[in-house]
């Protein structure tokens, strides 16, 4: 079945959904009254639509240069053949409204022991796209970096992979994308999970079941989606058996502010826009109008811009967001100067500073407003760590929708590995830090949790330090490049814009599965 059908059966279990109950009576004969809550978490075609059976030694063949360095650090060698699927499923919007989503199963197979039987599930959630049809099941047609990590490093391993595409992508109905909303995000990895283990058992019966052990991991907005969600199972009394978030914004409310407050990410025009209509779309009180947040030239098209058909290079030649302008350079009061790029810390300056300039996303006005409201009401890690926790008397709107999905409240009871890159330009160390030191507060002396810094050099002994030596030999081969194709600064600049994507996260990945394995 291709996309098209799929959509079209989507779209017709939609209208079943919302017209559950009949017209205007309901099933107890009265009118007028609100529609029973939608079915979530039910599988749309069982079994579900086949993609592809990737052999084992193809695996290998989509990955990039660092992944497979990652994979020859940890001497991995694909065991199973990877057979692939397209799950539909029903979930909710941010909103709660009732919508459709897709995503991947991703089954083992071969006749090694390891790809039968009874095998362990890891539940992923992906990176930040921008790209409508993204299809995380499509491991050869798009440019899919993660999908093609997780077939060769999990499934080859005898892992079933469930990774929804999140709603907002692929064949979802929703006309956007609920982006850092812990609540959605967390149900939506739930739904998946539960649409996948009705899927398992109607498969071919040579392939593996589920035998009970939940594995959850993701990478920038990923990481939030897989702590939120192991809080949200957590919390429900279902189990889990360990979790890695990687890279991830948990302290949401920390990182806009430390973002407000000068230190703008790499790639921020495009994940602010993300998180903005987004929390507009689910609360309805970000602002009135989009200018009231949005520079006028932006403003007009900017609720509907993302997620797109059209690629990234596409949508900054056509003028609908700044590359990486998210500021004016011109302080919003002469208080915040210091701000107007931050300084601090000196390795991620030059990427500050490429966040003001002309034609910015954000207006002077909001900033202000934001500033003055973050210095008035001052959020518990950042600038200074004093409780640890997000403001609770923000005035702010946005601010007040960060610290409702803000993760700095819970301490997990199953093991955690939290994996990140202290020079990480785009998702800041900081949440992983804030993170820990809420958790060492919260529950002292709590042996649940372990943090690697991929980045902080070769550890000393251990099953990560090859992992730790071999991202450090990848940095310096990508710096190497960019000299030898003529770059003047070291090649520091080449090193920062592949740091997040293409650097950490393979090499995290392959922490995790050590992690995972050791379970």
């Excluded at 009705?198 to 589920?210: F, G, H, N, V, Y």
Aim: aromatic content about 8%; proline content about 8%.
């Amino acid at each position: 079945m291709d996309t098209v059908s799929r959509k079209l059966i989507c779209a017709s279990t939609l209208l079943a959904l919302a017209s559950c109950g009949g017209g205007g009576n309901s099933g107890n004969g009265s009118s007028g009254g609100p529609p029973p809550p939608p079915v979530h978490g039910t599988l749309l075609q069982n079994p579900p639509h086949f993609v592809a059976l990737v052999s084992a030694p193809n695996l290998l063949l989509n990955l990039g240069s660092t992944s497979l360095q990652a994979l020859a650090a940890l001497s991995v060698t694909p065991v199973c053949d990877a057979a692939i699927f397209h799950l539909d499923y029903t979930t909710l919007g941010g909103a709660g409204e009732a919508t459709v989503s897709g995503g991947a199963l991703m089954v083992p197979a071969g006749t090694d022991p390891r790809c039968h039987g009874a095998r362990p599930i890891v539940l992923y959630a992906h990176g930040t796209s921008t790209d409508r049809n993204f299809d995380i099941s499509n491991l050869v047609v798009q440019k899919n970096a993660e999908g093609a990590v997780l077939a060769a490093l999990f499934v080859s391993q005898g892992y079933i992979v469930v990774a929804p595409n999140y709603a907002g992508y692929d064949t979802s109905t929703l006309p956007y994308h609920p982006f850092i909303n812990a609540k959605q995000q967390s149900g939506e990895m739930i739904d998946a999970l539960s649409a996948a283990r009705i899927a398992l058992p109607a498969m071919q019966t040579t392939l593996p079941s589920d035998n009970g052990q939940l594995f959850i991991t993701g990478y920038s907005e990923g990481g939030f989606v897989a702590m939120a969600t192991h809080r949200a199972m957590q919390l429900a009394g279902m189990s889990v058996t360990a979790s890695a978030p990687m890279s991830g914004p948990y302290a949401i409310a920390a990182f806009d502010d430390a973002v407000y407050g000068g230190e703008v990410n790499g790639g921020a025009p495009i994940s602010a826009t993300l998180q903005i209509t987004g929390y507009q779309k689910a609360y309805g009180d970000i602002y009135s109008v989009p200018t009231d947040v949005f520079s006028p030239q932006y403003a007009g098209a900017i609720e509907t811009l993302l997620p797109s058909t059209n690629t990234r290079s596409e949508i900054y030649a056509a003028g609908k967001l700044p590359q990486d302008a998210l500021f004016d350079p011109t302080p919003p009061a002469p208080q915040f100067g210091p701000l107007t790029p931050a300084t601090s810390p000196a390795n991620l300056a030059v990427v500050f500073a490429l966040g003001f300039g002309p034609d910015n996303l954000i207006s002077n006005s909001y900033r202000l407003q934001y500033l003055l409201d973050a210095q008035a009401n001052p959020d518990g890690g950042w600038p200074n760590v004093t409780t640890g926790v997000p403001s609770t008397t923000a005035a702010v709107a946005l601010r007040q929708a960060a610290a409702k999905n803000d993760l700095r409240n819970w301490v997990p009871t199953a093991p955690v590995l939290l994996c990140g890159g202290n020079s990480d330009p785009q998702v800041f160390w900081l949440n992983t830090q804030l993170m820990q030191s809420y958790w060492s507060k919260s529950s002292p002396g709590t042996t649940s949790y372990r943090v690697l810094d991929i980045d902080a050099g070769a550890l000393t002994g251990g099953p990560d330090s090859s992992l730790t030596t071999a991202f450090a030999l990848a940095k310096a081969a990508v710096a190497a490049d960019a000299i030898s194709n003529g770059a003047t600064d070291g090649g520091a600049a080449a090193v920062l814009e592949s740091y997040h994507a293409e650097l950490v996260a393979p090499f995290c990945a392959g922490a995790v599965e050590l992690f995972f394995s050791g379970q």
